[in-house]
């Protein structure tokens, strides 16, 4: 479900026109429709706030747009946040997230970065690593403060997904095998400064099939009544993220978020503990495109390539994932022709959709490449020296430019033109 649609053949996101942005803030930029966004994160929440003890914690996962704006309509949302880093963690915090919705994954956090969440008093940090609460407890003794902890296990589950994307085998970097739980709990009570208080689970991104997820609770289950034997207080169990969405219009094979949620009911019931989600993509994806416009049509073989101004540098997600997102002309078109994408980079990868039976494409025409609002505008660089794209978070019938088009002089802000030498001159 988007708010992106056809009125008088013209695609519209809520009710502006993407001919209207492309005219006024240029191409290629991001377009968020925020009535899309609130609505996944409303449909999202009440879908699992009936799990566990029944106040769970749907922390959205930063990682998948971290636009402040867009973070700010979360915030409103009364979303909390999953984040990997000390930046996101101040992204959250000044898009109004308040720190006890905050909990902190990834497998490595510096010293600075754990202090910083210490500080901002962070509702739980989850360990990858035996290594990490040994660090954690040295800062938090530091600093007279005490950290609620989780460690995230690695159930040795295969998820289904693109290969890049899975999280939750043996062989991934993520996460700790269940054979060495209960030590790790063991040395964690130990630790001066830590407070144990749950276990989280993260199998991967894009799953559109609900049998992994509930493998892997199950398998989290299990552990969580081992812990308890053990006298480890477990009272939160984080679920992670992962919920696939749609890329292709119309493909009903990704669970609803209702679907997603009878089954962590089912899975967790008798659990006694609060539930923490850590959604990304399923609250974002499908509330952006990126609009871009053709450049040319030149021949090629075996189909014509249509030469975008958008490339891998903005979308990365087709280079590194094999990614399909659908493309659509912004004013419908009746004829079609089996054509290739391609942005400007120059990179054989750098092709956002190959050989589809698209909407005949001419120079100048728009172009909507979709389900583009998560790990999209987030994943661009500057690649070829291109600025990374303006975004727009569109309302009702208004839009906002939320992040200005880079130009050169950002591209270059941290160059050092004449180098200052430092050390002994031979
Ligand atoms: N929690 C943890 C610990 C994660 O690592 C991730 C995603 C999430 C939650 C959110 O997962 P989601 O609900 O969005 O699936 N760049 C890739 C996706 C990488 C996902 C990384 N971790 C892509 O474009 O497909």
Redo the contacts with the bound molecule.
């Keep these: 479900m988007n708010h992106f649609h056809y009125l008088a053949g013209e695609m519209h996101c809520e009710s502006v026109a993407l001919s209207r942005i492309a005219a006024d803030v240029g191409t290629p930029t991001y377009v968020y429709s925020s009535a899309t966004i609130e609505r996944h994160a409303t449909v999202f929440r009440d879908a699992v706030k009936d799990c566990g003890c029944g106040n769970s914690l749907v922390a959205y996962?930063v990682?998948?747009n971290t636009t402040g704006a867009l973070l700010k309509l979360i915030a409103d949302c009364g979303l909390g946040a999953?984040i990997?880093s000390g930046g996101e963690l101040i992204r959250a915090r000044r898009a109004g997230i308040p720190a006890d919705k905050i909990v902190y994954?990834?497998v490595g956090k510096n010293l600075d970065e754990m202090e910083l969440a210490l500080r901002e008093g962070i509702y739980q940090f989850?360990f990858e690593s035996e290594e990490e609460a040994e660090m954690l407890s040295r800062v938090a003794t530091r600093l007279g403060m005490e950290a609620r902890v989780a460690f995230?296990v690695n159930p040795d589950v295969e998820a289904g997904t693109?290969a890049?994307?899975s999280?939750g085998g043996a062989t991934d970097k993520?996460g700790i095998p269940a054979h060495r739980i209960i030590p790790a709990y063991r040395r964690a009570m130990e630790l001066p400064g830590l407070k144990v208080q749950g276990i989280?689970v993260?199998i991967?991104?894009?799953?559109t099939d609900l049998e992994p997820l509930r493998l892997a609770y199950q398998e989290l289950g299990r552990m969580i009544a081992e812990l308890r034997a053990e006298e480890v207080p477990i009272q939160v169990a984080d679920l992670?993220?992962?919920?696939?969405v749609p890329y292709v219009a119309g493909d009903p094979s990704p669970p609803s978020p209702e679907d997603y949620g009878r089954m962590v009911a089912e899975v967790t019931a008798g659990w006694d503990v609060r539930l923490v989600f850590?959604?990304?993509?399923?609250?974002v994806?499908n509330a952006g495109v990126l609009l871009t416009r053709v450049m040319l049509v030149k021949e090629g073989q075996p189909d014509p390539f249509v030469v975008v101004d958008a490339g891998m540098n903005d979308l990365?997600?087709p280079a590194?994932?094999d990614?399909w997102h659908d493309v659509f002309a912004v004013r419908q078109q009746s004829r079609r022709r089996r054509s290739s994408i391609v942005g400007p980079v120059c990179e054989s990868s750098d092709v956002l959709a190959k050989s589809r039976d698209v909407e005949e494409a001419h120079e100048g025409d728009l172009l909507a490449i979709m389900t583009a609002g998560?790990?999209?505008a987030?994943?661009a660089s500057n690649y070829n020296s291109r600025g990374r794209p303006a975004e727009v978070l569109v309302r009702g019938g208004e839009y906002a430019v939320i992040r200005e088009r880079e130009t050169l002089d950002d591209v270059v802000r941290n160059e050092v033109a004449e180098p200052v030498w430092t050390g002994e001159q031979r």
Excluded: C
């Excluded at 991967?204 to 799953?207: A, D, F, R, Y």
């Excluded at 850590?278 to 609250?283: A, L, N, Q, S, T």
């Design positions: 996962a990682k998948a999953d990997v994954s990834g989850n995230r693109h890049k994307i999280t993520f989280a993260h991967g991104s894009q799953l992670g993220g992962g919920l696939g850590e959604p990304g993509r399923v609250i994806g990365m997600r590194m994932y990614a998560a790990y999209g987030v994943m």
